[in-house]
């Protein structure tokens, strides 16, 4: 290879890696920003702990060196709250048997609930329909087909899920049908298949407070 292509994969190397540490800085600062204004506690480390302690949602288990990072957290509008950024790793195999490493990376909103709950997860027909499919759940129908048909609802407790899809609900993910919701044990979360602009984060912190309302308060007052 000649010298002067060797040095220019170099210098494009420097260059991507140098404007990636600027894309990230301006990321953690205007989280930082967003985080103060809304009286949240921030912290830009890796947290792999999350991952640990919220293994049982579908959406953290992907993958292997698993953290959360950009980390938002506290009481905002009276519910306790986390959104951070993810991470995690795949691999793969190419033709010529050289292992390759991909990275994958999101954003995550959750919600602490007052009790805990069975597991539901709702979403278009992409990653929780593979998940629920692989561990035998089935595909909840509801009297909405335009509902039925462009989300998949999958529960082990069936009275739960149509708890969970009622009117209002299905109303309101119908008009907002980006949304990928999982609640299980004390968790309501949110997800998306990309890290999000940070002012983007506010309005999606409100969407999941939204989603709260609407489940049943009956769904609390057991004893």
């Known amino acids: 290879m000649p010298a002067a292509l060797i040095v220019g994969f170099i210098i494009l190397f420097i260059v991507v890696a140098v404007l990636g540490a600027m894309s990230a800085a301006k990321r953690r ?7 103060a204004r809304l009286g949240l506690r921030f912290d830009p480390g890796k947290d792999r702990d999350i991952a640990r302690r919220f293994k049982f949602l579908d959406k953290l288990r992907q993958g292997s060196d698993r953290y959360a990072f950009n980390i ?69 129908d509801f009297e909405s087909h335009e509902f039925s ?20 609900m299905i109303e309101y993910l119908l008009a907002n049908s ?15 298949d990309r890290r999000l602009d940070p002012e983007q984060i506010e309005p999606n ?19």
């Open 72 to 140: 938002l957290e506290g009481n905002y509008q009276g519910h306790d709250i986390t959104a951070f950024d993810y991470h995690y790793e795949t691999h793969s195999t190419d033709s010529k048997g050289r292992r390759q490493t991909h990275h994958h990376y999101f954003s995550f909103f959750m919600l602490r609930l007052p009790d805990s709950f069975p597991e539901l997860t709702i979403g278009r027909e992409g990653f929780f329909s593979k998940i629920a499919q692989a561990v035998g759940y089935d595909d909840i």
């Open 178 to 192: 980006d949304l990928s919701l999982e609640i299980e044990h004390d968790a309501l979360a949110i997800s998306f």
């Open 149 to 168: 048909r462009k989300f998949c609802v999958r529960a082990r407790d069936k009275k739960f899920a149509y708890d969970v899809c009622n009117a209002r």
């Open 29 to 35: 600062d205007a989280m930082a920003t967003l985080a």
């Open 205 to 223: 912190l409100q969407r999941l407070i939204q989603i709260r309302s609407l489940m049943p308060d009956y769904l609390f007052a057991r004893s």
